[in-house]
C-alpha cells in the first residue's frame, strides 16, 4: 500500500494508459473530514481523501479546502492532504499524477511537494516544487514508482 498526495493519477500497463483513481469534489461543500474517490478502475481499491493535523476544514463549494497552512519556509509535516492506493489483486505502476489545486487567498500554502510512502514520506517524489498562483494543473512524471 503507497499514499501520495493528490487527486487524480494516471496508470500505465503494458504501454496502455488509464484513470484509474480521481477525486471530483464537484457538490462538496468544501468542509468535509474527507471525501470518497468517484472514479476507480478495475484492480484498484476506492480511496478517500483527508487532511493532516496541522490544517483545518473550510467552507469552499466544489473544492475540498482547507485553512492553516503554515507559512514557514520549512515544510510542516502536519500540513497534508493524503489519499490511499491500494491494488487489488495486481500491482501497478504509476507513470505521473495530475494535480489540480487553487490557492483562494494569500492565506493558503504557496507550494507543494509530492512524497510517498514507500520510505516513510522521508524523501520526494517529485523533487521540485510548484508555485500555487489561483487554479494551476500540474502533470508529474513519478519514474515509474510501482505498487
Same mark, same amino acid.
Given at each position: 500500500?503507497?499514499?501520495?498526495?493528490?487527486?487524480?493519477?494516471?496508470?500505465?500497463?503494458?504501454?496502455?494508459?488509464?484513470?484509474?483513481?480521481?477525486?471530483?469534489?464537484?457538490?462538496?461543500?468544501?468542509?468535509?473530514?474527507?471525501?470518497?474517490?468517484?472514479?476507480?478502475?478495475?484492480?484498484?481499491?476506492? *480511496? =478517500? &481523501? #483527508?487532511?493532516?493535523?496541522?490544517?483545518?476544514?473550510?467552507?469552499?463549494? !466544489?473544492?475540498?479546502?482547507? %485553512?492553516? /497552512?503554515?507559512?514557514?519556509?520549512?515544510?510542516?509535516?502536519?500540513?497534508?492532504?493524503?489519499?490511499?492506493?491500494?491494488?487489488?489483486? *495486481? =500491482? &501497478? #505502476?504509476?507513470?505521473?499524477?495530475?494535480?489540480?489545486?487553487?490557492?483562494? !487567498?494569500?492565506?493558503?500554502? %504557496?507550494? /507543494?511537494?509530492?512524497?510517498?510512502?514507500?520510505?516513510?514520506?522521508?524523501?520526494?517524489?517529485?523533487?521540485?516544487?510548484?508555485?500555487?498562483?489561483?487554479?494551476?494543473?500540474?502533470?508529474?512524471?513519478?519514474?515509474?514508482?510501482?505498487?
Amino acid at each position: 500500500m503507497k499514499k501520495a498526495l493528490l487527486f487524480a493519477l494516471l496508470l500505465s500497463s503494458n504501454f496502455i494508459f488509464a484513470q484509474f483513481l480521481t477525486f471530483d469534489f464537484a457538490g462538496a461543500a468544501g468542509n468535509e473530514a474527507s471525501l470518497a474517490s468517484n472514479t476507480n478502475a478495475v484492480g484498484v481499491a476506492p *480511496s =478517500t &481523501i #483527508t487532511r493532516g493535523a496541522g490544517i483545518s476544514p473550510q467552507v469552499n463549494a !466544489n473544492s475540498f479546502n482547507s %485553512t492553516g /497552512f503554515t507559512t514557514a519556509a520549512t515544510i510542516d509535516l502536519t500540513d497534508f492532504l493524503e489519499f490511499t492506493i491500494t491494488p487489488v489483486n *495486481s =500491482t &501497478i #505502476t504509476i507513470n505521473s499524477i495530475t494535480v489540480t489545486s487553487e490557492r483562494n !487567498n494569500n492565506n493558503g500554502p %504557496t507550494m /507543494f511537494v509530492i512524497r510517498a510512502s514507500q520510505d516513510g514520506f522521508a524523501t520526494f517524489v517529485q523533487t521540485n516544487t510548484v508555485q500555487i498562483t489561483q487554479l494551476h494543473q500540474l502533470q508529474v512524471p513519478l519514474h515509474l514508482i510501482p505498487l
